[in-house]
Every structure is written in structure tokens, then in C-alpha cells.
């Protein structure tokens, strides 16, 4: 294989970039990245060196951070370098080192590009901005990498969208090695004469890729020798039925999901109707921090009574009854705000109250977010939260106190909606469930001089 011209071919190919393009590489220093460089280099692309040091070898990730700043003054191009406190985001963030690694540098990565973007050009060069070329990121990920990807996303139930494998092209980041495999690039170094760097950690079998590199693989070829082919071109294939795949899903999901503020409220029984109904409960879902294994459980709610939910780090799914509702969790349930006498208005989660003071009555209104009340009534300061259980007031019309919740329960209030209901308090007393009912002795009469008025304006 001459990796030159298959190297120039692919990016053709696949509409990678153009020649007015600059290119930002992501060198570690080992054999695919340096690879990479002298591939732009030979074809004339003008490019640029970054290189993360995740401080996790010792002296080994000092040394290949030198070997990459060497690289860079061989081409006499512009080198960038991070150094990461790799261990110390693991600790605070729970994550493993290669999650950690990934996310570190993608950070840095488009910072780093931003700020290019920003710099000002020298004198006779223009800005990428301004039609001379786009900035984009180039990994060295080859076609190894790649089955590699697919395989793991297979044993992880990644679904068909895992199976299309690594992209050549993700919106600014691009690879243009995926063509070539791991004997090529080897290959392609000692004809041209490259050193490079040996990672020791990639011996190792305790990190996933590595086993799935080093053991999982070479046993497959031993039964199916042309393995490799095969799942490489299994994955092309696996790219177009993706993407006719995500054109019906996107269809379907035009015709269940109806948006409701921030929720989406979906008809149990046009979702019964649908056929592929797990995967299609999986599309749905993921979006929303829920995962493959909570597929059943939802699955179940489409035939549980009312009020049964599920719920991810982010956001419950309810069943309320004939919709599935998929509403964002509540972060700010504790939350508590003073209104003073002299306040104008309040800002809080919900939207915005507004306060007004009048000498006399005026005339009465229907609309649910204006409450008007009689001022002798009211003590400040007045307390703005969210109910909670055991609150009661007493419903204007209703001689008798109610419990909030049994008042919302009677509205047929569905639990999403229910936390989401706040109430303003007088000395300890509720006068008002903002946007739903008053309470009946703060109401205005023929006696009430002057009233306060409040006026719920919710949040878009």
C-alpha cells in the first residue's frame, strides 16, 4: 500500500478538510500520531502540534513530551503542551484514568482551539474565520482503533449506533487514518525512517482496549482468519444503515413525542402501538442520562397504574395516566426565598413575581397567575418555597383548611407537576398556591381597602 496516496485519497473521499484548512494534531509521540505528522507534512497540509501530558508514567510522559517538542522544531511548526493532574480528576470525578484522559484533553483541545480562533493573524495571512480555511483537530486513530471500538461497543449493547464504529469526520474533529491499519503505519515509519515512542501501558492487558487489542482479537483470527476485513467492512456497512436508521427514528419520534415546556409528555398507547418498541424506548430514553439496562423498567411503566417512575441522574420518567412524562429532575427543592415589604418583584425558579401595592380595590380577575389579596391581612416578610407535605391552607370558596397535597391529588396534578408547585406564606400561613388558588381568608371583600397584588410570571 503507498499510505501517501491513500492517505490524499481517503480525505477526498470522505470530504475530510481542504488543502486552505489548518490542522491542529493530537501527538503523543507514539508511532500513529507520528505518522500522521509526516503524512500532512508530505502532502502539504499546514498544521500545528498539541500534546497532553497526563503525568501518570513518570519520567517516561516527561520524555515523551520532549520527543514531541523535538518533533515539532524538526517541522519548525508551532507546539503546544498540557500537563494534567490525570489522578487527581479521578479522585474528584469518580471516573476511570481512560475516561479521565479522554475528557481532559477533548477539554483542552477545543479550548485550545477557540483561542486559535480568537488570536490575530500576522500580517498577510487572514483569519480562519474569514474564508481561509476552518481550524479542525486530527487524531491519529487508525482502522485497528476502530474494530477495536466496534467490538467493545458490541459487548457493551451500544445498539446500531455503536456498530457504524469510529467516524472519519465529527463535526471539527477528524481522522484520517481510519483507512490505514496498525502493519501499514508500522510499515510506513521504517520505510520513511520515523522514531517514535514505545507507551509501556500499552502491554498491559488491565485497561479494556488493551485486552481486546492484545488477547480478545488474536484468538478471533485464529478461528476466523479474516476477521479484521470482515468487521472493518461490516462497519461501513453498519455507517449506512445508521444513518437511514436515525432518519426513521427520527420520524417516529416526531409522532409520540409532544413537548410540554421542559417535558416531554409521550400517549401510552400510540407507544404500545409501535413496532420495535425496546429499541425504540431506547432511543427515546438515552438522551436523558437512562441507560440500556433501564429499557425494561420503563417498558413496565406502559402497563403500571399512575404515579410509578424511573428514574436517571437527571431526569424521572412517570407514568401519569394515559401519558409517559419525561420531566427533568427538581435541583432547587429546598430552596427558599424572603419577600420583603419593599420588594418589587422576585425572581426565583418558576418565573418572576411581581408585587403591587393599590389604595383601593380593583376590579376582580379570573386569571390564575394574578392574586389579589386584602393588605390588612399581611405580615412581612413573606415566605416564597415549594410546598411540602403536611401543608394546608384553606381553597377560597371552602370554609374548611385542605392539605396541599390532597388539593393537588383532587386537580389530578401529576407528580412532575406537583414539584413543581410553590406557595407564598404569611406569618406561617399559606395565602397563596401561586398560580393555582388563594387562600380563602386573605381574599378581598366589601370591607378591604387596600389589597397587594401578585402577578406570576412564568419562566419561558
Request: glycine share 6%; hydrophobic share 40%.
Amino acid at each position: 500500500m503507498n499510505l501517501l496516496s491513500s492517505f490524499k485519497q481517503f480525505i477526498k473521499t470522505e470530504n475530510l478538510f481542504a488543502e486552505k484548512d489548518q490542522l491542529l494534531l493530537a501527538v503523543s509521540g507514539g508511532v500513529d500520531s507520528v505518522v500522521l505528522c509526516e503524512l500532512c507534512r508530505q502532502a502539504g497540509y499546514r498544521f500545528t502540534i498539541a500534546h497532553c501530558n497526563f503525568q501518570l508514567r513518570g519520567e517516561e510522559s516527561e520524555a515523551d513530551e520532549e520527543f514531541v517538542a523535538t518533533l515539532a522544531k524538526k517541522y519548525g511548526i508551532t507546539f503546544f503542551v498540557k500537563k494534567f493532574d490525570t489522578e487527581k480528576y479521578v479522585a474528584e470525578n469518580k471516573t476511570s484514568i481512560q475516561v479521565a484522559a479522554r475528557e481532559l484533553r477533548y477539554q483542552w483541545f477545543d479550548e485550545l482551539l477557540n483561542k486559535m480562533r480568537a488570536a490575530p493573524q500576522p500580517k498577510g495571512q487572514s483569519s480562519p474565520r474569514r474564508g481561509a480555511g476552518g481550524l479542525l483537530l486530527l487524531t491519529a486513530h487508525h482502522a485497528d482503533d476502530n474494530l477495536e471500538t466496534i467490538l467493545m461497543n458490541f459487548f457493551k449493547g451500544s445498539g446500531i449506533n455503536g456498530l457504524k464504529g469510529i467516524l472519519p469526520k465529527q463535526k471539527h474533529v477528524i481522522r484520517p487514518l481510519l483507512f490505514a491499519s496498525k502493519e501499514d503505519i508500522l510499515a510506513y515509519a521504517k520505510q520513511n525512517n520515523l522514531s517514535y515512542r514505545e507507551d509501556s501501558s500499552n502491554s498491559s492487558d488491565k485497561y479494556t482496549r488493551n485486552y481486546f487489542r492484545n488477547q480478545l482479537i488474536p484468538g478471533i483470527e485464529k478461528v476466523f482468519p479474516q476477521a479484521k476485513e470482515n468487521l472493518l467492512n461490516n462497519a461501513n456497512r453498519f455507517r449506512e444503515i445508521n444513518t437511514i436508521y436515525e432518519s426513521a427514528m427520527e420520524q417516529i419520534m416526531q409522532k409520540l413525542l409532544v413537548p410540554q415546556g421542559s417535558e416531554i409528555h409521550i400517549p401510552v398507547l400510540k407507544l404500545l402501538k409501535t413496532p420495535a418498541l425496546k429499541t425504540v424506548i431506547y432511543e427515546i430514553i438515552k438522551a436523558f442520562d437512562f441507560t440500556a439496562h433501564q429499557v425494561q423498567a420503563v417498558e413496565k411503566l406502559l402497563r403500571s397504574e399512575s404515579g410509578k417512575y424511573v428514574e436517571s441522574g437527571t431526569h424521572r420518567i412517570l407514568r401519569n395516566r394515559k401519558w409517559i412524562i419525561i420531566a427533568p429532575l427538581q435541583q432547587e427543592a429546598g430552596k427558599q426565598y424572603l419577600v420583603k415589604e419593599e420588594d418589587n418583584n422576585i425572581v426565583f425558579p418558576k418565573g418572576t413575581l411581581v408585587l403591587a401595592k393599590q389604595d383601593q380595590p380593583g376590579k376582580i380577575s379570573n386569571d390564575a397567575n394574578l392574586a389579589q389579596l386584602d393588605s390588612r391581612h399581611i405580615q412581612y416578610p413573606l415566605l416564597l418555597r415549594k410546598w411540602k407535605k403536611g401543608d394546608y391552607f384553606y381553597p377560597l370558596g371552602m370554609p374548611h383548611k385542605k392539605k396541599i397535597g390532597r388539593f393537588l391529588t383532587d386537580l389530578k396534578y401529576s407528580l412532575t407537576a406537583r414539584e413543581n408547585v410553590w406557595v407564598l406564606e404569611s406569618n406561617k400561613k399559606i395565602i397563596w398556591v401561586l398560580g393555582i388558588r388563594i387562600d380563602d381568608r386573605f381574599k378581598i371583600t366589601a370591607s378591604s381597602r387596600a389589597t397587594l397584588q401578585l402577578h406570576l410570571r412564568p419562566a419561558e
